[in-house]
Each structure stands twice: as C-alpha cells, then as structure tokens.
C-alpha cells in the first residue's frame, strides 16, 4: 500500500516530490502525465528549496544547487562540514548571441567557489557534492 505524495516541487510541466524526514522508509508515489511512479524515501535528512538549495542525506552525502547571475562567486546555501568533492557549472547561452572564452571554476572550498563565466551577463547554474 502506497502513501499519497503531497508536497512537490513543480519545474515546467513535471511536478518532483519532495519527501520529509517523517516519509523516511515508506512508498510514496506520484503522477505524471497519466502514470503512477512509486519510490521509497530513504535516509533524506534535509532539504532547502529555493534561489540556491540543499539535499543533505542521512549518509553525510550532500548536493547543493542553483543559479548564479553576474557574480563570479559561488557561496553554498550550507558549508560542506568536511570537503566538496566536485562542482559542476553550466553557463547560460542565449539564442542569437556569440561569447568567446571558457567558462571553469577554481578556489573550490568548504563554502563555495570562484567561477570564471565567458559572459557575466547572464551567469549560469551550479552542482555540487561533497560531505
């Protein structure tokens, strides 16, 4: 028997669940476009939605995210308590316009990062995973 999934989180048209501390080991499910999918929360500790936000599992893993504008400085919603491990960053490409150089991060540290954007103008999203 599976659990009605309430809280979500809707990007475009697919809506993600959202699942709390209280749903840790239970079959939650949801819909989309016209199928039932079904999972089994497991050790999710915290989550934080928002401009920049975090997933920290019961394991000690943790997976921040989001959107930076025209900044060269990363800062995580969170410090990670021992290291990051990786950050990835995906710069924002605007139909009709033309950038030259490259985009990589540096200063990689327990609070954030410095990203060097081909364009500041429009910045871009971020991804990273440490513990």
Request: aromatic share 16%.
């Amino acid at each position: 028997m599976s659990k009605k999934f309430l809280n979500s989180i809707k990007t475009g048209d697919v809506e993600f669940p959202i699942p709390t501390a209280a749903d840790d080991g239970k079959v939650l499910e949801y819909n989309h476009a016209g199928k039932k999918y079904e999972f089994v929360s497991r050790g999710l500790d915290t989550v934080l939605f928002g401009a920049n936000s975090y997933v920290q599992f019961s394991n000690g893993l943790i997976i921040q995210f989001g959107r930076v504008y025209d900044t060269q400085k990363i800062t995580f919603p969170i410090p990670f308590p021992n290291v990051c491990r990786s950050i990835v960053i995906t710069p924002i490409v605007v139909p009709g316009f033309s950038s030259s150089g490259y985009t990589y991060v540096s200063n990689v540290s327990k609070t954030g990062a410095t990203v060097k954007w081909a364009d500041t103008t429009y910045g871009g999203y971020y991804v990273a995973l440490g513990y």
